[in-house]
Every structure is written in structure tokens, then in C-alpha cells.
């Protein structure tokens, strides 16, 4: 009997009396609602601020500074998730996101703009993917293994949630302390409150219960984690099942990338308000409760479909949708297609990331699941700035660029026939996996 047919579904109420599920799961929540708290804040500060002016390459150099750094050191950060006790990275980590939040608010106070703010901005974002990863790394140490995607999908749903409400938030508080630098830094500062509660809750964990399941703790700490960025380099294209399933999501995250962009210029140049909804900053909210909502569907209903059609399926017909959704929904620009499309392609991009991150937790060892994870968030960042500065380099101002939708949805062919590709390999090797026994589309050996 398969994996798959011996197992039975388990609800929320299930998962919450696992203590140090519980726990992991109020870690993710409190520091992704600071995570989103945070970047509205200063996409209020830096976009939406009546007293700057942002233009494409603007924002693309932003979205550079704020990203590629990161995306340099993190495979080497990711590789203390595999030799220190995570309990302890994640909580020494979040006291330093929240010192670096007071520091990019007190930026944004003064005026200061380009790389003082950008390089106080991109340390938040950094460590607030290292936690990230330190925390999917560690959810096989506290759910069963046959349970991982129904673990992932109650985290990242509920999780995504409420960095959505942790956004709104911020779009409140900038409504009562002022759109201005001042508000904006205040409301940033907020931001800090979660990383102190994270590190907090994270600090409550039994030393060790997070993994890795061996702690060495080398003297020569530069030479170990290099060494060690080539060996999760390799646990990853060694299985066809994670590096094919990360290369549908990279090309889901080209695309997104061009859409935010798009997105953000309509909203701040083009767009008008339209009855009940709205443009600007208060339209950048909208975007994102569809999105939240498109997160909240996939999450309730990811589990099920892989269990009916199999994770290859399940990723084709995601892609397949996002790609319908780009051209048919993107293309009008208008500002209730606009918000359907942001609901439908990211509910389809998540439905892609949590079998990506089931893929990883599975079929990845303990030992180098850390760098895997940071390697893989070091992918979706890169690909995000090159998407976004490819897009600011051909978009008008006002973001009507019917040639950047079809690209788009281009991305989304190419990532499908990625995947399909790796697939076929994996399946001419004659390895365990996707092609396994195990109708959920994971390997059973």
C-alpha cells in the first residue's frame, strides 16, 4: 500500500496539538506579520510618498539593493541552518532584523534615500529569509513525514495571511501617523515589535528539537560553509524532483516579478479610483487581500488536489492556469482585472511553491536541507531583480506594456516545459520520486 492511500488527512486542530508544531507555527506568524508590516511601510515610504517620486529603474534599484546582496551571502548563511542549532540562529537572527528595522526607520525619518536606506532595508529582507528557511527546514522535525504537505500548506497559508494583514496594518497606521517621511518611519519602526516576539518564542524551543539532527559547530566557520554551499549545490541536482519543481517556480517568480512591476505603475500612475475599489497605495492594498485570498485558497485545497492528480499534474495545471490568467486577465489593465488576475496567478503560484517546499522537506536530507532552502531563496530573489529590471527597462511610466504580459505568460511555458524536462530524466534514470509509487507525486524509498 502506497504512502499516499495509507494515509488519512489531517485537520488544523490536529497539527495545533502538536506543541512544538504550535510553537514553529507562532514563530512563522509573528515574524512574517512583521515581515509585512515592514514592507508595505516602506513601499509607503519609498513609492507612494507624496515627497519622493519614483520612476521604473527606480524602483528596480531598489528592488536590486534590497535583494541581490542577500542572494550572495545566503547560500553561505543558509549553511548554519545546517551546522548550528536552528533554535538558536533563528532567535539570535530575529534580534538583529529588529535592530536593522529601527535603523531603515530612522532613515526614512530623516530623508535619506538610494543606498543608506536601500542597504539598511536589504539586511531586514536578508535575515528575514534566513529565518524563513530556518523554519522550512525545520518543520520535518516536528510533523510526521507523511503529513508535510497538509504542514506546509496550514504554515505558508496562514502564514501568508497574515503578512497580508501585517500590510494593512501598515497602510493604517500611515493613514493616522501621515503619508510623509515621519509617518512612514514610525510606521516602519512597528515592524521591530515582531522581531523581538519572534526571537522571544523561538528562544522557548528545547535546544536541538529544530534540528539539524547533528550539530558541528567548525572552528574555521568560512572554509566549513563553503564547502558546505557545494554540497546543498549538489543534494539539489542530484533530485530531479526538487531542482525541476524550483525551476517551475523560478519561472512563475520571472513572471511575477514583471506583473508586481506593472502593478505598482499602474496603481501609482494610471489607475483611477473605480466605485468601491481604489487606486494608489489604498489599490496596492486590494492587490494584496487578492492575493491573500488566492494564498488562503491554495492552501485549503493544494493537499487535496495533489492527493487527486499527482504533484506533476498538479504543478501543470497551476502553471497552465497562471499562463491563462496573465494573458487573458493581465492584458485589459484595468483595475478589476487587475486585482482577478492577482488573486488567480497567485493562488496558482502557491499551489506551485508548497509542493516545491514538500519536495525539498522530503526528498532532501537533514544535513544539507538548509542550504537547499537558502539556496533556493537566493534563486527566487535573483530571479525576481532580473525579471523586475529587465521590465523597467521597456515599460512606460504609466505601465501599460502589453509586450511585458506576453513575456509573462511566456515565463510560464517555459517553466511548464522545464519541468517536464527534468521530469523525463529523473524518470530515464529510473529513480525513486515524482515517478514513484506514491500517487502524491513524492519518492516512497
Not at 495533489?306 to 489593465?333: E, F, H, K, W, Y
Not at 517555459?414 to 519541468?419: A, E, F, S
Given at each position: 500500500?502506497?504512502?499516499?492511500v ?25 515574524s ?21 517620486q ?48 529601527l ?38 522535525h ?43 518611519a ?14 522571544w ?6 535546544a ?6 547533528e ?11 563553503a564547502h ?11 533530485t ?50 487578492a ?46 482585472t ?26 532532501i536530507?537533514?544535513e ?17 531583480v ?40 529523473q ?18 524509498g
Amino acid at each position: 500500500m502506497t504512502t499516499a492511500v495509507a494515509k488519512h488527512h489531517w485537520g488544523s486542530r490536529r497539527f495545533i496539538g502538536i506543541p512544538e508544531f504550535r510553537r514553529l507555527l507562532a514563530t512563522r506568524l509573528v515574524s512574517q506579520w512583521g515581515d509585512g508590516l515592514f514592507q508595505a511601510g516602506l513601499a509607503g515610504a519609498v513609492i507612494f510618498n507624496p515627497e519622493r517620486q519614483a520612476d521604473p529603474l527606480a524602483i528596480a534599484a531598489g528592488f536590486a539593493v534590497l535583494l541581490l546582496p542577500y542572494s550572495l551571502v545566503g547560500p553561505f548563511a543558509g549553511a548554519l541552518l545546517d551546522r548550528w542549532d536552528r533554535r538558536r540562529v533563528i532567535t539570535i537572527a530575529s534580534l538583529a532584523r529588529g535592530a536593522f528595522v529601527l535603523l531603515t526607520a530612522i532613515a526614512v525619518g530623516t530623508g535619506l534615500a538610494g543606498l543608506p536606506l536601500y542597504f539598511s532595508a536589504l539586511v531586514v529582507t536578508g535575515f528575514s529569509r534566513f529565518i524563513g528557511a530556518g523554519l522550512s527546514a525545520s518543520l520535518p522535525h516536528v510533523v510526521p513525514e507523511d503529513h508535510l504537505v497538509e504542514a506546509n500548506a496550514l504554515s505558508a497559508t496562514l502564514g501568508a495571511l497574515v503578512a497580508v494583514f501585517g500590510g494593512g496594518c501598515a497602510i493604517g497606521l500611515r493613514a493616522l501617523l501621515g503619508a510623509g517621511d515621519g509617518g512612514s518611519a514610525w510606521t516602519t519602526a512597528t515592524g521591530a515589535i515582531a522581531s523581538v516576539a519572534c526571537a522571544w518564542v523561538a528562544s522557548k524551543f528545547v535546544a536541538g528539537v529544530l534540528g539539524p539532527d547533528e550539530v558541528d559547530e567548525p572552528n574555521r566557520t568560512v572554509t566549513a560553509v563553503a564547502h558546505g554551499l557545494w554540497d546543498g549545490a549538489k543534494a539539489a541536482w542530484r533530485t530531479p524532483s526538487v531542482v525541476g519543481a524550483l525551476g517551475a517556480l523560478l519561472a512563475h517568480r520571472a513572471a511575477f516579478g514583471m506583473s508586481l512591476l506593472i502593478t505598482l505603475l499602474l496603481m501609482r500612475y494610471s489607475f483611477t479610483d473605480m466605485g468601491l475599489l481604489r487606486a494608489g497605495i489604498a489599490g496596492l492594498g486590494e492587490v494584496a487581500i487578492a492575493g491573500g485570498a488566492g494564498i488562503l485558497l491554495a492552501g485549503v485545497t493544494t493537499d487535496r488536489i495533489v492527493d487527486r492528480l499527482g504533484t506533476r499534474n498538479t504543478i501543470c495545471a497551476a502553471l497552465i492556469l497562471a499562463a491563462v490568467s496573465q494573458l487573458a486577465l493581465g492584458l485589459p489593465m484595468t483595475l478589476p482585472t487587475i486585482l482577478l488576475a492577482a488573486f488567480v496567478i497567485t493562488f496558482s503560484g502557491q499551489v506551485v511553491k508548497l509542493n516545491v517546499d514538500t519536495a525539498i522537506q522530503h526528498d532532501i536530507g537533514d544535513e544539507v536541507r538548509g542550504r537547499v532552502f537558502a539556496l533556493y531563496d537566493t534563486l527566487f530573489n535573483t530571479t525576481q531583480v532580473v525579471a523586475v529590471t529587465i521590465a523597467a527597462a521597456v515599460v512606460p511610466m504609466d505601465g501599460r506594456s502589453p509586450g511585458l504580459i506576453l513575456t509573462a505568460t511566456a515565463f510560464y511555458l517555459i517553466g511548464l516545459t522545464t519541468y517536464l524536462l527534468f521530469l523525463s530524466r529523473q524518470g530515464q534514470a529510473q529513480h525513486p520520486g515524482l515517478m514513484g509509487e506514491d500517487n502524491r507525486g513524492h519518492s516512497v524509498g
